[in-house]
């Protein structure tokens, strides 16, 4: 990484930041986990204490407190997927994160007609 | 690696899974994805980006390494809420072919993928029909319907793609609700289908 002091609106784009990201991950660019996806839902541990965690982290959890994407809170964040993906993945790790997500091999056919059910009725 | 779901602490109430299910939205450049989300969305469709690092040409000598430059590159996507435990979401790929990299981390999991097609253009509709029939990914085709198209009929549209005779072809207007729905029906009927048929088989 580069010694320089990351300036503000250095190599944004479109309202994202894209180089402080990789100081905020410690310069790690992938997550080590691959069952984060963009459609991975997290929810807060009840009792997930913020100690420790960095400004972006603290966010993150509370954003988590109702269920959100990683989509929808990079979104929210203004962070890029790849960024909130590694936040996450610690945060997974030390037991403050749940996991949810859908395996398209199980999905069941109740869980289609309920879909099927909420797009006619929109 | 796998999530367990199932071992949660005794005494804990059992509620139902959360689950988030994945859908795609690809096409061409200009094919209409982000209309179409738009169209199905709960919100205005939500802006993402995800960052790419590119190795220059430029080799810097000096630090031993080659110059990198990291860009980013949005997508769009779309919720619907289904109930407190189950959202649909829609991802709208980027229509750049350069991105063609990003696609596997769009669309693994997907439990479907919408591919829209502007007749005009064809052949930008080749590389979203070629990925999901080489992952097997269950798609539709929708053509989209623009002022001063030539109109081509759908058996015609769907010899010039190579699309299989089992990949259900619809025309849609991405701009109208109703429209996109339609289009998004006929692809959950072919996840109905799809499943049924998983069920009989592992019925011994
Ligand atoms: N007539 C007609 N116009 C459409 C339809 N769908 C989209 N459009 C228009 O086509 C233009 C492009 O639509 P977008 O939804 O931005 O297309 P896109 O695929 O997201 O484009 P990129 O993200 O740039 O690749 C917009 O002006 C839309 O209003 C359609 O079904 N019929
Ligand atoms: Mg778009």
């Known amino acids: 990484m580069s010694a320089e002091p990351p300036s503000k609106g250095h190599g944004r784009t479109g309202g994202h930041d894209v180089v402080r990201?990789?100081?905020?991950?410690?310069?790690?660019?992938?997550?080590?986990?691959?069952?984060?996806?963009?459609?991975?839902?997290?929810?807060?541990?009840?009792?997930?204490?913020?100690?420790?965690?960095?400004?972006?982290?603290?966010?993150?959890?509370?954003?988590?407190q109702a269920p959100i994407s990683i989509a929808e809170a990079s979104a929210e964040l203004g962070l890029v997927i790849g960024v909130t993906t590694i936040l996450a993945a610690d945060l997974v790790s030390e037991g403050r994160l749940e996991?949810?997500?859908?395996?398209?091999?199980?999905?069941?056919?109740?869980?289609?007609?309920?879909?099927?059910?909420?797009?006619?009725a929109l | 690696?796998?999530?367990?779901?199932?071992?949660?602490?005794?005494?804990?109430?059992?509620?139902?899974r959360i689950r988030p299910v994945k859908f795609v939205v690809a096409g061409g450049f200009g094919a209409g994805k982000t209309t179409f989300v738009g169209a199905l969305s709960e919100i205005p469709p939500l802006r993402t980006e995800a960052a790419m690092t590119t190795v220059g040409a430029r080799v810097d000598?000096?630090?031993?390494?080659?110059?990198k430059t990291t860009t980013t590159v949005a997508m769009d996507f779309g919720r619907l809420?289904?109930?407190?435990?189950?959202?649909?979401?829609?991802?709208?790929?980027?229509g750049q072919e350069r991105f063609g990299f990003m696609w596997d981390?769009?669309?693994?999991?997907?439990?479907?993928?919408?591919?829209?097609?502007?007749?005009?253009?064809?052949?930008?509709?080749?590389?979203?029909?070629?990925?999901?029939?080489?992952?097997d990914?269950?798609?539709?085709?929708?053509?989209?319907?623009?002022?001063?198209?030539?109109?081509?009929?759908?058996?015609?549209?769907?010899?010039a793609l190579g699309v299989s005779s089992h990949v259900p072809m619809t025309e849609c207007d991405a701009r109208h609700t109703e429209s996109a729905k339609q289009v998004l029906l006929l692809l959950?009927?072919?996840?109905?289908?799809?499943?049924?048929?998983?069920?009989?088989?592992?019925?011994?």
Request: proline share 5%.
């Open chain 2, 81 to 94: 809420t289904v109930d407190e435990y189950l959202v649909m979401y829609l991802f709208g790929t980027p």
């Open chain 1, 99 to 120: 996991v949810h997500q859908t395996d398209p091999v199980e999905i069941e056919l109740d869980v289609l007609s309920r879909m099927i059910d909420a797009v006619r």
């Open chain 2, 188 to 204: 959950l009927d072919e996840l109905v289908n799809a499943a049924r048929a998983r069920a009989a088989a592992t019925v011994v």
């Open chain 2, 105 to 135: 981390d769009i669309c693994t999991h997907a439990l479907g993928a919408v591919v829209l097609v502007d007749t005009d253009r064809l052949d930008q509709s080749f590389p979203a029909v070629d990925y999901f029939e080489a992952k």
């Open chain 2, 137 to 159: 990914v269950p798609f539709v085709v929708a053509v989209n319907r623009f002022e001063g198209t030539t109109r081509h009929d759908l058996g015609a549209v769907r010899d």
């Open chain 1, 21 to 64: 990201p990789f100081v905020m991950t410690g310069g790690r660019t992938r997550a080590d986990r691959r069952d984060l996806r963009i459609e991975t839902m997290l929810t807060a541990v009840p009792g997930a204490t913020t100690s420790g965690l960095s400004a972006e982290q603290v966010k993150l959890l509370r954003l988590c």
């Open chain 2, 1 to 16: 690696m796998t999530i367990k779901h199932d071992d949660r602490p005794a005494g804990d109430a059992w509620k139902p």
């Open chain 2, 61 to 67: 000598h000096r630090r031993g390494s080659e110059a």
